[in-house]
């Protein structure tokens, strides 16, 4: 059973940092395109950054200088590192799985993923 479960999520002040953690089990995790997306209450679910199985990283123009995504193929873990966090950064965030080696440019497509963890909350104070 593909499975994938967050933590690391949690409050901190402005400017603060989380790392967040992402661990994938039942699968083939070195061939898979990995992401992190975040839903705020009234918003739509919207992508954060992803990686592909060979370790490139793409990020949103929202998050890019602040967060820092990777992967450990060893650990079938992947993370999630938020610096300088902001206020508007709050939010559900989820890691999700597709089964294929390269994200692609289409890669903030929430739809595109099959498994998707249950969600670690974030809340950032100002």
């Known amino acids: 059973q593909v499975q994938l479960v967050e933590s690391g999520g949690g409050s901190v002040q402005a400017g603060g940092s989380l790392r967040l953690s992402c661990v994938a089990s039942?699968?083939?995790?070195?061939?898979?395109?990995m992401g992190w997306f975040r839903q705020a209450p009234g918003k739509e679910r919207e992508g954060v950054a992803a990686i592909d199985s060979d370790g490139s990283a793409r990020y949103a123009d929202s998050v890019k200088g602040r967060f820092t995504i990777s992967k450990d193929n060893a650990k079938n873990a992947m993370y999630l590192q938020m610096n300088s966090l902001k206020p508007e950064d709050t939010a559900m965030y989820y890691c999700a799985a597709e089964p294929v080696r390269l994200c692609g440019n289409s890669w903030q497509g929430f739809y595109r993923y099959t498994t998707w963890g249950q969600g670690t909350q974030v809340t950032v104070s100002s």
């Open positions: 039942g699968y083939a995790y070195s061939i898979t395109c």
